[in-house]
């Protein structure tokens, strides 16, 4: 790991700011404040890099938690310094990101799209929604069969890099998908409503893993999905 990358995982508060020591403040002081200062922040990933496997492999979550949307995180700090954005939540600077100039929506787009992919995956996952949930899955779509079939279409069609979502809007469930970093809360999102499943079909998700196949990365993503959280977020949508 170089000065950069660790600099950006402290950001992010995988290690405890006094494990550190001296030398690396004294050597870092100024990124390390703006690390401390910058108004967006990498959480934790919720549990190891390897966690995943086999149907996510390790290198591809470093490589994605640590260098893309550790990216993402920092090019939007960059990019709000100094304007009226800096004092907003992402989630209020998403829903009018028409204002917004290109770095910040495909940055902030970025940082919160991947927040959202940590947490509604985990290790031992997988398997079935139970109650309300799988109840609007099944009333919506006809079956949960159905439902994964037309979201793992709705991933595997977007051409290009993006996103596929299942939202909630008015008490209905709808699926589509994103280009690039765009998400369901931004004004210019043709699928809009409250995001309760995600899965990222950007390249560098799958690419080390599975190259050009990425029907079979979405295949094992469902190995992946926590339902328990994607229940959560329906219950408050
Ligand atoms: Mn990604």
């Known amino acids: 790991m170089n000065r950069t990358d660790f600099l950006r995982t402290l950001a992010g508060g995988t290690f405890a700011v006094g494990a550190i020591g001296n030398q690396v403040f004294a050597d870092s002081s100024f990124d390390l404040l703006n690390a401390e200062t910058a108004p967006f922040k ?13 149907y996510i492999d390790k290198l591809t979550m470093e490589i994605h938690y640590g ?3 550790a990216a993402y995180v920092k090019n939007l700090n960059d990019a709000v310094k100094g304007t009226a954005f800096e004092s907003k939540s992402l ?10 100039p290109a770095a910040i929506r495909n940055n902030g787009g970025g940082h919160w799209n991947h927040t959202f992919f940590w947490e ?19 009333s919506q779509f006809g079956s949960f069969e ?26 209905k ?4 998908s994103t280009a690039n970093q765009d998400n369901p809360l931004m004004d210019v999102s043709d699928i809009k409503g409250t995001p309760l499943l995600a899965l990222d ?10 190259q050009n196949k990425r029907p079979d990365y979405i ?15 329906f219950k408050k949508a």
Do not use: C
């Open 42 to 54: 990498q959480a934790s990933l919720p549990y190891d890099f390897a966690a995943l496997e086999p």
């Open 67 to 69: 260098k893309h949307h």
């Open 91 to 100: 989630e209020d600077i998403l829903k009018t990101i028409s204002k917004a």
């Open 120 to 138: 509604i995956m985990g290790p031992q996952k997988g398997g079935e929604p139970k109650g309300a949930l799988a109840d609007a899955i099944k």
């Open 146 to 171: 159905k439902f994964k079939e037309e979201f793992a279409k709705a991933g595997a069609t977007r051409f290009g890099s993006g996103w596929a979502w299942l939202v909630a809007k008015g008490g």
């Open 173 to 176: 469930l709808s699926i589509g």
């Open 201 to 210: 079909v950007w390249e560098h998700a799958y690419y080390l893993h599975y």
């Open 219 to 233: 295949k094992a993503f469902w190995n992946v999905v926590n339902w328990d959280k994607v229940a959560e977020k």
